[in-house]
């Protein structure tokens, strides 16, 4: 089997996608660092995968790991080893931490967020329409990056003052450049910062998921201050970096397929389809970070050894020809059935898809209904990913707004 080194500079994304397809249902590959895995590459062969009990999430059965060839200044150390959460645990464990979350996020109760959601739509528009008119803007930045954070801030009851500190930490803990001398630092101030935020909350408590989590760890729950800690940090991570990828990624795909966006402006394609499309075909995260096999696991006609760390490229699999046919690698707003597991599949599907999916669909429509002459204002070729292995990331997304809608032009 030929092992396939992922580009740290996600340099052509489609193209890794497309040689590990290449590859089998099961690649080898090299992430940076010289850490050596293994990729499922097929969605059917995935889901499987992710259903599948001899795969967990317990680092220990790493035998890179136990070797200890895994160093703690390793870049992406902090997504392969991020402390006890329901990332990181399987079973009864995982069901335990996952709970309260997921209660805190079903469709109703996310329902309820849609107005507060609107609110910050509206005011991040005016925010635009306020920008001097002629020039670029960068819609990542401006628009695509506020919406989420401030939400997941609310839900989680993070004040807005600590938002330019969690994105610089955030930009080093996704990053595959950042210098592994300021890894541990790194890891370190992550953990102050949230356990400062716990802190404050176990003080004063709200009606957000950080204090509920509190409150039950104080009912008998006896979720630990690390878990609830770590709970925090995965569900502000997982909730705003993919939310921000997919609103940046829809806006990407309609300009570069002007006749879909001329029907969804026109009423003719439903917003739905193309936020659902866009998760399929440049989906917000490429590889997930990790798993590892208790026993040899056949994967097609492979083997997935037992002891050997498991990945799964969703920017591979998003495109297999043999689930979504022969034009897998063509955006099609309307296509159907469109059955992707972009926000995964089995017990550890995200569960902020339900929000993401709200987001997205109140941005984006209130977005193209206030700027509908909204474009890029570079080649789409000269866009540039961000040196992230893990998310589908642009360094940035400059845009021409053109004239706001009920404007003379």
Same mark, same amino acid.
């Given at each position: 089997m030929t092992r396939i080194a992922l580009d740290?500079?996600?340099?052509? %994304?489609?193209?890794?996608?497309?040689?590990?397809?290449?590859?089998?249902?099961?690649?080898?590959?090299?992430?940076?660092g010289g850490v050596h895995v293994y990729a499922v590459t097929r969605h059917a062969e995935a889901r499987a995968l992710l259903t599948d009990s001899r795969v967990v999430k317990d680092i220990n059965v790493w035998n890179a790991w136990q070797r200890g060839e895994i160093p703690m200044d390793w870049p992406l150390i902090g997504l392969a080893n991020p402390g006890r959460s329901m990332l990181t645990v399987d079973g009864?464990?995982?069901?335990? %931490?996952?709970?309260?979350?997921?209660?805190?996020?079903?469709v109703k109760r996310v329902e309820r967020l849609r107005a507060g959601i609107e609110a910050l739509t509206n005011a991040s528009l005016e925010r635009l329409a306020a920008l001097p008119a002629g020039q670029p803007v960068d819609l990542k930045a401006e628009f695509a990056y506020p919406l989420p954070m401030n939400v997941i801030s609310e839900l989680m009851g993070v004040d807005a003052a600590d938002h330019p500190r969690l994105k610089e930490l955030f930009e080093k803990f996704f990053s595959t450049q950042t210098p592994p001398e300021e890894v541990p630092q790194m890891m370190a101030d992550l953990g102050t910062l949230f356990t400062k935020i716990v802190d404050s909350k176990r003080a004063n408590p709200g009606y957000d998921l950080t204090s509920a989590l509190i409150a039950a760890s104080e009912d008998g729950d006896h979720l630990s201050d690390e878990e609830i800690v770590n709970t925090l940090q995965l569900i502000i991570a997982a909730g705003h970096e993919t939310t921000i990828s997919l609103i940046v990624?829809?806006?990407?795909? %309609?300009?570069?397929?002007?006749?879909?966006?001329?029907?969804?402006?026109?009423?003719?394609?439903?917003?739905?389809?193309?936020?659902?499309?866009?998760l399929r075909w440049n989906t917000p995260t490429s590889h997930v970070l990790i798993r590892f096999a208790t026993e040899d696991i056949e994967v097609g006609d492979q083997v997935l050894p037992k002891g050997e760390g498991l990945i799964v490229s969703f920017g591979a699999l998003g495109r297999d020809e043999e689930q979504y046919g022969p034009t897998a690698g063509e955006f099609d707003a309307t296509r159907t059935p469109n059955r992707h597991i972009a926000f995964g599949h089995g017990p550890h599907v995200c569960p902020g898809a339900a929000l993401s999916r709200l987001e997205a669909g109140i941005a984006l429509p209130a977005l193209y209904e206030r700027f509908p002459e909204l474009d890029l204002a570079v080649p789409a070729s000269e866009l540039r990913n961000k040196p992230i292995v893990t998310q589908n990331d642009l360094h940035e997304l400059p845009v021409e707004l053109g004239c706001p809608f009920g404007h003379d032009s």
């Open positions: 740290p500079f996600v340099r052509d %994304l489609d193209g890794e996608s497309a040689a590990l397809r290449a590859a089998g249902p099961l690649a080898e590959v090299e992430l940076p009864a464990d995982h069901r335990r %931490l996952r709970t309260l979350v997921a209660q805190a996020l079903t990624n829809v806006v990407e795909a %309609l300009a570069t397929h002007p006749e879909q966006r001329k029907k969804v402006l026109n009423g003719e394609i439903g917003w739905d389809g193309v936020i659902e499309e866009t």
